[in-house]
């Protein structure tokens, strides 16, 4: 028998119970899943960063923490967590994000506020193709990866960028210091989907804003910390950055004081960009308990010096 123990806000129990004891049971695991093993008795934990555990020295015995979540800030640094840790990697969640990325590149790219806010007169402004109009993505894992391609096959000219190099049909591929200032200055929408690292924070910056064409748009699924607040706000002041969509702060929620909330050029959306769906995940999970059993390597392992 498997004990696997389940550490996620109390909520989450309620929906991934009866996934997760399906997928263990499709993938022919005899597991124990519960929310109160002993400590010392837990083979694995599914695990939420905002769970109320964060001491993990008394679990002795326990092979990996697998997190619910994409991003791991929150627990990369715990000191107690000397066991495997695994990022999610989800389906589910990587749908939800091309379409929430994809669907704001097209708000942006079409105009749709402009539409909306003249709907008292025939003023026909026709948008460009999207061939026409260069994206680009900061960060090209599981999500920005995904985002990146689905831009390309909507038709628009896509740079992605990310630490190592990379080769990916369909988009020009920078990496680096180097290759960031080439990323972004043709971009006419930049979508951050970076983790929020030492080496990340403030990618956004006074310097990095100014290399965009003016007028750029940043859309910001990624994390807060990607974004030097200060500077976009002056960016978006000086019509250097025509808008913004923010999905992730570093406060959450972001406090109802923030001049995010009251900028004309800001949309706020509450960190919904996209979830962990129960069911894919929980076949994700059983399917690294499973490669854990058979004492093969795991899937999606956190690199602890990288921070992801
Ligand atoms: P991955 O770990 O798969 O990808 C991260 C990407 O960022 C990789 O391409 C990586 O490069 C690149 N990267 C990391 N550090 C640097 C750096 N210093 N310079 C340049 N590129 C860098 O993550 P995911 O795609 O799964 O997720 C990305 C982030 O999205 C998560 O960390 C999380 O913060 C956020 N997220 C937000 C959600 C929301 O609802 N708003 C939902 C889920 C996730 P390389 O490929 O070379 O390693
Ligand atoms: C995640 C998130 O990291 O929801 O999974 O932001």
């Known amino acids: 028998m498997i004990n696997v123990q389940f550490a996620a806000l109390p ?11 399906a997928a263990f049971a ?3 695991l005899e597991v124990d899943l519960r929310l109160d093993h002993a400590p010392g008795e837990v083979d694995y934990v599914v695990y939420a960063p905002n769970s109320e555990l964060q001491d993990f020295t008394p679990y002795t015995r326990c092979k990996a923490v697998l997190s619910l979540w994409a991003g791991v800030e929150k627990i990369v640094g715990n000191q107690t967590l000397k066991m495997p840790l695994c990022r999610m990697v989800d389906p589910g969640l990587t749908a939800g994000m091309v379409e929430w990325v994809s669907g704001h590149v097209l708000r942006y790219h079409l105009g749709i506020d402009r539409t909306i806010r003249t709907q008292d007169r025939w003023d026909p402004v026709v948008p460009p ?10 960060g ?9 391609q689905m831009l390309a096959k909507l038709g628009f000219p896509v740079t992605g960028w990310s630490r190592s190099e990379k080769s990916i049909d369909g988009i020009t591929c920078r990496h680096g210091e180097p290759g960031l200032r080439a990323a972004l200055s043709a971009a006419e929408i930049v979508i951050l989907l970076l983790p929020d690292t030492p080496a990340t924070e403030n990618t956004l910056n006074r310097d990095t804003l100014a290399l965009l064409p003016r007028g750029a748009r940043i859309i910001n699924p990624g994390r807060g910390p990607l ?3 200060d500077a976009l706000l002056a960016a978006l002041d000086s019509g250097q950055i025509g808008h913004a969509t923010l999905d992730v702060f570093r406060v959450e929620p972001l406090p109802l004081d923030h001049p995010y909330w009251a900028h004309p050029n800001v949309t706020v959306t509450p960190h919904i960009a996209a979830e962990t769906r129960a069911i894919t995940a929980a076949r994700v999970i059983a399917e690294n308990i499973r490669l854990g059993e058979a004492g093969q390597p795991l899937r999606h392992q956190v690199d602890r010096n990288l921070g992801y």
């Open 26 to 28: 499709e993938a022919g």
């Open 140 to 148: 090209l894992g599981a999500l920005g990866q995904a985002c990146a």
């Open 227 to 229: 974004v030097e607040d």
């Open 11 to 21: 909520e989450r129990w309620a929906s991934y119970q009866a996934p997760l004891r």
């Open 129 to 138: 193709l999207a061939e026409e109009r260069p994206v680009t993505v900061l």
